[in-house]
């Protein structure tokens, strides 16, 4: 399976899809307060989809058990979290390893493909709680609360989390003995 997406274009497509889904929420919102000028009957008698419920709503992705995020899709993750701070391109070693992020100001990022996230990560600057973990736990501490790693390396480890329908992994990076960095993915991609 490849993905030849030329992402800078799906970025800027995304992005104006998404400011789009917002503008039009906002329109909608206001033509009910009647205070919108909607520029035709249809507009102004069109209502949004209702969202599903979700119990992520109004919160920010670093604030959810990461393997919960696994699969979501660009609707229910602008739904839930609103829109990112930041949209932006990473660069794999080949074109099928690319991704487009979503990063959001707490210091989380969902990483996409083919509309779903596939990885979830928490940077240094996290304050929050992931996996009953926080940043600068040390190796002894992440080991006590996650178990045994099923692989150590000289700065990361990987633990094997509980499966949903797929493999999920997670892994933890260190430095001088800390933890700095945590991702969780499904382990199948």
Do not use: C
């Given at each position: 399976?490849?993905?030849?997406?030329?992402?800078?274009?799906?970025?800027?497509?995304?992005?104006?899809?998404?400011?789009?889904?917002?503008?039009?929420?906002?329109?909608?919102?206001?033509?009910?307060?009647?205070?919108?000028?909607?520029?035709?009957?249809?507009?102004?008698?069109?209502?949004?989809?209702?969202?599903?419920?979700?119990?992520?709503q109004g919160t920010l992705p670093g604030a959810h058990p990461?393997?919960?995020?696994?699969?979501?899709?660009?609707?229910?993750?602008?739904?839930?979290?609103?829109?990112?701070?930041?949209?932006?391109?990473?660069?794999?070693?080949?074109?099928?390893?690319?991704?487009?992020?979503?990063?959001?100001?707490?210091?989380?990022?969902?990483?996409?493909?083919?509309?779903?996230?596939?990885?979830?990560?928490?940077?240094?600057?996290?304050?929050?709680?992931?996996?009953?973990?926080?940043?600068?736990?040390?190796?002894?501490?992440?080991?006590?609360?996650?178990?045994?790693?099923?692989?150590?390396?000289?700065?990361?480890?990987?633990?094997?989390?509980?499966?949903?329908?797929?493999?999920?992994?997670?892994?933890?990076?260190?430095?001088?003995?800390?933890?700095?960095?945590?991702?969780?993915?499904?382990?199948?991609?």
């Amino acid at each position: 399976m490849t993905r030849l997406l030329k992402l800078p274009i799906f970025a800027v497509i995304l992005t104006a899809a998404l400011s789009m889904q917002s503008l039009f929420a906002q329109n909608a919102s206001s033509a009910a307060e009647g205070t919108g000028t909607p520029t035709s009957s249809s507009a102004r008698n069109a209502s949004p989809p209702a969202a599903p419920a979700s119990a992520h709503q109004g919160t920010l992705p670093g604030a959810h058990p990461p393997g919960a995020l696994l699969g979501l899709t660009l609707e229910q993750a602008t739904t839930d979290f609103g829109a990112p701070a930041e949209v932006f391109p990473v660069r794999g070693k080949e074109a099928w390893q690319d991704d487009v992020v979503y990063y959001y100001s707490d210091h989380s990022y969902l990483f996409w493909f083919r509309n779903r996230v596939w990885q979830v990560r928490v940077d240094r600057r996290f304050k929050g709680t992931i996996l009953g973990l926080q940043m600068g736990d040390t190796r002894q501490q992440v080991e006590k609360v996650l178990g045994t790693p099923f692989h150590v390396g000289q700065r990361s480890e990987i633990f094997i989390l509980p499966d949903r329908g797929f493999p999920v992994r997670a892994r933890l990076f260190f430095t001088d003995g800390k933890m700095s960095d945590l991702y969780v993915y499904r382990g199948d991609f």
